[in-house]
């Protein structure tokens, strides 16, 4: 059965640094997100793509976020400066239509 | 903004019960509701997508019902069984965009052999 995936499934890094997380949606799909999960608390959203452009973001998806589909099959997403809070689960998820499917996720700990 | 509440926040069962977990959300002009089960460290699976116009959608002992109006969600799990021990969440789109999910913080099951 078709699934998204995501690299690394945990990432540690330096406060200021910058990181890329990837995703591979599920090939047909069409819409792509990315949501994040601070440790006990709950998933929130914080973009979503189609047709090769930001279609919605949250207040969280400030200008240290971006987003890219470098080819046919990745998605990304880069925090250009790392910040403590920024520690957490991000996950990506791919839709054809309305239901959504989620990746395993890439924990981000940030020293 | 859309808020989303589950009920109860921990739930602890004997194999075999039938058991009700329940979602609210405040502003009912969804397009959907989504159901997903996560296990600890991991990634959310979905369990059920339940559309406006639906009142309710199965998947073997899964059932979700909806009603809009209440705004209010149930997901019922028949003759429970260890392997359901997860964390369940419920989440509504936004209803401006139809996109962005809005996230309740889930009922954590536990169900003892």
């Known amino acids: 059965e078709p699934e998204v995936t995501q690299t690394p499934s945990h990432q540690v890094t330096q406060m200021g640094q910058e990181v890329i997380l990837r995703c591979v949606p599920i090939?047909?799909?069409?819409?792509f997100y990315w949501y994040r999960q601070i440790l006990g608390q709950k998933v929130e959203f914080l973009v979503s793509?189609?047709?090769?452009?930001?279609?919605?973001k949250s207040e969280i998806f400030d200008d240290q976020f971006s987003v890219e589909r470098p080819d046919g099959s990745n998605f990304t997403l880069k925090i250009r400066s790392t910040k403590l809070e920024d520690s957490a689960m991000y996950f990506c998820?791919?839709?054809?239509?309305?239901?959504?499917?989620f990746g395993p996720g890439t924990r981000l700990t940030v020293l | 903004k859309q808020e989303v509440t589950q009920i109860p926040a921990a739930l602890s069962v004997p194999e075999g019960e039938n058991l009700v977990l329940n979602c609210s959300f405040t502003?009912?002009?969804?397009?959907?509701l989504q159901w997903f089960r996560q296990d600890p460290g991991k990634g959310l699976t979905s369990l059920l997508l339940?559309?406006?116009?639906?009142r309710e959608q199965t998947s073997g002992r899964l059932n979700a019902s909806l009603d809009k109006s209440s705004g209010r969600s149930t997901l019922y799990i028949a003759a429970s069984q260890p392997g359901d021990s997860a964390t369940y969440l419920c989440?509504?789109?936004?209803?401006?965009?139809?996109?962005?999910?809005?996230f309740g913080k889930g009922t954590s099951l536990l169900v003892t052999p």
């Open positions: 090939s047909n799909h069409l819409y």
């Open positions: 339940i559309q406006s116009s639906q």
């Open positions: 793509f189609y047709n090769n452009e930001i279609s919605e």
């Open positions: 989440a509504v789109p936004n209803s401006n965009s139809g996109y962005a999910l809005n």
């Open positions: 998820a791919s839709s054809y239509d309305n239901e959504q499917f």
């Open positions: 502003d009912s002009a969804i397009y959907n």
